[in-house]
């Protein structure tokens, strides 16, 4: 399975931004997918994830409220929907797979796609 992030950029702060990754292969609808984010001199940390029927959804308390995680298994994609977008947000955004449906270890990995939020 390979995985490639898109839509990362440079935003205000308030901004929205929707980040997406789509997925080859023909087992996408059948993962766990989620988004993780690592910050310069931080630590990678969970951001969002979504079941493989998109019907629960799991965030982080730092993104709580303003970020959205949704799929589209008819097109092997997953996007990350960020609004109201703070500084504290910039940070290379990977998204991730679990083969094996859960949460708590991923399989297969993106190469990331850079967001910066200015102030």
């Known amino acids: 399975v390979q995985l490639v992030e898109s839509g990362g950029g440079l935003v205000q702060a308030g901004a929205s931004l929707r980040l997406s990754c789509a997925a080859s292969?023909?087992?996408?609808?059948?993962?766990?997918m989620a988004w993780f984010r690592h910050a310069p001199g931080k630590e990678r940390e969970f951001a969002a994830a979504i079941s493989w029927s998109g019907s629960s959804t799991y965030y982080a308390d730092s993104v709580k409220g303003r970020f959205t995680i949704s799929r589209d298994n008819a097109k092997n994609t997953v996007y990350l929907q960020m609004d109201s977008s703070k500084p504290e947000d910039t940070a290379v955004y990977y998204c991730?797979?679990?083969?094996?449906?859960?949460?708590?270890?991923?399989?297969?990995w993106g190469q990331g796609t850079q967001v910066t939020v200015s102030s």
């Open positions: 292969g023909r087992t996408f609808s059948s993962y766990v």
């Open positions: 991730a797979a679990s083969k094996a449906g859960t949460y708590n270890g991923y399989d297969y």
